[in-house]
């Protein structure tokens, strides 16, 4: 099977014209046979960066973070409108698998007014197929995202094999890993806003202790494209290129190695071919969810029940 990344970001805080993106990087993957198109970390409408790198984000009741952080839940993708209706058409005509990032927003019932950082798996007739909500925003996140629920730790089976997703820092959660791992994933795709080095780290790692391939998918955002009410902290070092987030995608074999080698600051499409037929073969010496687990010794409970509307 062939992987489309998207390596490039969408028009920030523009769900609309990131929608119009998308469509047209769904064409480019569908002229290079791609099977699967992954997006990155809320990359509807864009990972908020900006509470890792502007000044007075943390202070309370501060209008120009107030006003920024309403820009972002404007833009945000609410799932009982019609907000991505073109986007499941298109992958539908196309019949093409997608993994999406995004800011999704609750507009009624209840947990309405709150941002979640999620995830889409939908498949080739333009379906959702698991929708996952991260479950711990990290660090600064929690000024912008609420926490998410274990509804979405699931595997969906795909004419390729079991798909699955975690984002960002859930993979650095073992009991999440253990989750997934107990459902068989043969492709996992590993949501980050730019894959630096822990983070390939913690997506090769898991490749290798769930004998599946996985995609790290990062993605590029320049200087300029942050909100213009925010101003750059001063403790901030900015890289020469003036990229704030510098992509990084690359893609593991279920032994650890490396398929496709990390590809920064470039925001052309990555495509990789890999061969899930070969990761049985990598069970024989380690199966975290059989031979090589003691569920004599230890139990895992998972609350799936979804907490908001």
């Not at 609750?106 to 698991?130: F, M």
């Not at 403790?235 to 279920?254: F, K």
Request: charged share 20%; net charge negative; glycine share 6%.
């Amino acid at each position: 099977m062939i992987i489309a990344i998207v390596q490039e970001g969408p028009v920030y805080n523009q769900l609309d014209k990131s929608l119009e993106k998308a469509l047209d990087l769904i064409h480019l993957a569908k002229k290079n046979h791609a099977d699967l198109i992954v997006f990155g970390e809320s990359w509807f409408s864009g990972y908020p960066v900006w509470i890792d790198f502007c000044k007075d984000v943390n202070l309370w009741d501060h209008e120009p973070i107030k006003n920024v952080w309403s820009e972002m839940y404007r833009n945000s993708v609410d799932l009982k409108s019609a907000d991505l209706s073109s986007f499941f058409q298109v992958l539908k005509d196309n019949k093409m698998y997608a993994v999406a990032g995004l800011n999704e927003k609750i507009t009624s019932g209840k947990g309405n007014k709150s941002i979640y950082n999620s995830v889409l798996t939908i498949g080739p007739n333009g379906n959702i197929l698991n929708h996952h909500r991260k479950l711990m925003p990290t660090y600064t996140e929690k000024l912008v995202y609420a926490t998410g629920d274990g509804a979405g730790l699931n595997t969906v089976d795909t004419s390729f094999g079991r798909l699955g997703s975690l984002i960002c820092w859930e993979h650095w959660m073992p009991l999440t890993r253990q989750a997934m791992h107990d459902q068989a994933e043969d492709l996992h795709i590993a949501l980050w806003p730019f894959v630096k080095e822990a983070n390939h780290l913690a997506s090769r790692h898991y490749a290798i202790e769930g004998r599946c391939h996985v995609v790290a998918v990062g993605q590029v955002m320049q200087l300029d494209e942050l909100p213009k009410q925010l101003e750059i902290s001063d403790s901030i070092s900015l890289p020469v290129n003036n990229l704030l987030l510098g992509g990084g995608s690359a893609v593991y074999a279920p032994n650890g190695d490396i398929l496709k080698k990390a590809v920064y600051d470039s925001k052309d499409m990555i495509f990789c071919e890999i061969d899930i037929s070969s990761n049985i073969k990598e069970n024989m010496n380690l199966s975290v969810s059989g031979h090589y687990q003691r569920n004599d010794v230890f139990t895992l409970g998972i609350n799936k029940m979804r907490e908001t509307d």
